[in-house]
C-alpha cells in the first residue's frame, strides 16, 4: 500500500469535515504537533537543522513562547476534536506528535550550540517558517476566494506535494549552492564592471522592473526549452503530473528542475549586476508569485490579467486539454507568450483537467524522483505524447 493510501485510509471518515465536525481541529493538531517536534529538533540540534544565515538570529525568548503556543494548541484542538468527533484518529494522532514534542523537551528544550567545522546542514527551520507562512496567506485565500469550491486541502496527489516541498526545503543548503554555480564560477568571467556599475546606480524600483522582465524572459527560454527537449521534458512532467491545482502544487518539481531553472534565472542577473536588495526582493515577489500562480483561487482581473500572470493563465499551462498544450509559458508577464505565438488565455474560460497527456507518473517524492531516469517498459512515451495532435472527429 502506498504511504497516500494509508494516510487516505487512516484518515478518511463518513463524517463530514466541515467546521464543527472536529477535521479541522483534529488537522489542526496534527499539523501544529508535527511542526513542533521539528521546531524542538531545531532548539536541540541547530547545528543540524538550522541555517547558516539564521544562526543566532532568532529571538529565542520569543521562539520559546511560540513552540510553548504551538504544543498547547496541538493538546488543546486534539481535545476538541476528540470531543466533536466520533472517529478519534485525529485527535490520538494530534496527542501522540504533541508528546513526542514534550518528550524531546519541549518549549524548555536545552539550546544545542553550533560547530565551527560543521558544513553540511538541513533547513528544517526554513521548512517550518515558510510552510507556516504560506499556509496562514494561502490556505484561507482557496478558502475564501476558491475556483472550484469543492475541492478539498488533502486533494489527491497532496502528500507527493508536501514531500516535494520538505525535501526542497531541507536541501536549501546544497540546492543554492548548486543554483549559483553557473553565475559565480562557470560564467564569472562574462561579468563587465561598466555595466554592472551602470546597472546599480539606477534607482532600485527602477532595477526590480528590470529583473522581472531579465528573469521572465530567461524563464520563458528555459521553461519552453523544457518543453521541447525530450530528456528535459521527463524531467519537466513531473511538476506537470499533478492534475489538482493548489498553493502546494507548484512545490512538485524534480531536483534537477529546481537547479537548472533557478540558475538560468539567475546568471543573468548576475551578468547584469543588479544590486543586491533589488534581487532579493525579486526573490521574495517570485516565491510568491509562483505559489500563488497554482492556488486553486478564481480572481479575475479583465485586462490586467493579459497584463500580469495570475491564476488562470498558469492553470492553463498546466492543462491537459489539446488547445492548451506547450502554452503560457512566462511566469510574470504573459505578453512574452504572445511575442512568440505560445499564449493561451481564452476569454472567461478555465480548464476542465489537468496532468500530462497520454500517460500517469507514479506518486511519492522517490518515485518522481527516479522516474525520468527510468527505461523499462512502464516508461512512457517522451515528448511526442506531449505535442498537439489535431483532435480526430
Ligand atoms: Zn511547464
Redesign the pocket.
Same mark, same amino acid.
Given at each position: 500500500m502506498s504511504l497516500e493510501s494509508w494516510v487516505t485510509k487512516t484518515f478518511a471518515s463518513d463524517e463530514p469535515a466541515g467546521f464543527g465536525y472536529g477535521w479541522i481541529s483534529g488537522t489542526l493538531s496534527i499539523f501544529l504537533g508535527a511542526l513542533s517536534i521539528f521546531a524542538v529538533l531545531c532548539f536541540r540540534w541547530p547545528d543540524y537543522f538550522v541555517m547558516e544565515e539564521m544562526r543566532g538570529k532568532y529571538p529565542i525568548p520569543l521562539m520559546r513562547a511560540i513552540l510553548e503556543l504551538s504544543i498547547g494548541l496541538s493538546f488543546f484542538l486534539a481535545f476538541l476534536s476528540a470531543m466533536l468527533r466520533r472517529k478519534k484518529v485525529l485527535a490520538v494522532s494530534g496527542i501522540l506528535l504533541a508528546l513526542v514534542a514534550v518528550a524531546l523537551g519541549g518549549s524548555d528544550a536545552a539550546l544545542g550550540s553550533y560547530s565551527e567545522n560543521r558544513r553540511i546542514y538541513l533547513g528544517l527551520d526554513w521548512f517550518i517558517l515558510t510552510l507556516l507562512v504560506l499556509t496562514l496567506i494561502f490556505v484561507p485565500m482557496e478558502r475564501i476566494f476558491p475556483y472550484r469550491r469543492e475541492q478539498s486541502v488533502f486533494r489527491r496527489g497532496w502528500l507527493t506535494d508536501i514531500q516535494h516541498f520538505f525535501v526542497s526545503h531541507l536541501l536549501v543548503q546544497v540546492l543554492t549552492y548548486l543554483t549559483l554555480l553557473p553565475a559565480t564560477v562557470i560564467f564569472a568571467w562574462l561579468i563587465g564592471p561598466q555595466l554592472q556599475t551602470a546597472v546599480q546606480s539606477q534607482p532600485l524600483w527602477l532595477q526590480f522592473i528590470e529583473i522581472m522582465i531579465v528573469a521572465d524572459l530567461a524563464e520563458y527560454a528555459i521553461?519552453r526549452t523544457? !518543453?521541447t527537449t525530450a530528456w528535459l521534458w521527463r524531467i519537466?512532467a513531473v511538476?506537470?503530473s499533478v492534475e489538482h491545482m493548489d498553493w502546494i502544487a507548484g512545490s512538485r518539481l524534480h531536483l534537477l528542475e529546481i537547479v537548472v531553472f533557478r540558475g538560468g534565472t539567475f546568471l543573468p542577473l548576475y551578468i547584469f549586476g543588479f544590486s543586491q536588495p533589488a534581487v532579493y526582493a525579486y526573490l521574495a515577489f517570485v516565491s510568491f508569485h509562483a505559489v500563488f500562480l497554482h492556488t486553486n483561487t478564481g480572481f479575475r482581473l479583465g485586462w490586467l490579467e493579459h497584463v500580469i500572470a495570475m491564476p488562470r493563465f498558469h492553470h492553463w !499551462?498546466h492543462s491537459s486539454e489539446y488547445e492548451a498544450l506547450d502554452k503560457n509559458?512566462a511566469l510574470h508577464f504573459p505578453v512574452i507568450d504572445q511575442i512568440f505565438g505560445t499564449k493561451h488565455l481564452p476569454d472567461g474560460r478555465w480548464p476542465k483537467t489537468y496532468g500530462v497527456l497520454g500517460y500517469k507518473l507514479p506518486e511519492g517524492w522517490w518515485a518522481q524522483l527516479l522516474w525520468p531516469f527510468r527505461k523499462d517498459g512502464k516508461a512512457p512515451p517522451a515528448v511526442e505524447a506531449h505535442e498537439p495532435k489535431p483532435q480526430d472527429g
Open positions: 521553461h523544457f !518543453h519537466h511538476h506537470h !499551462h509559458f
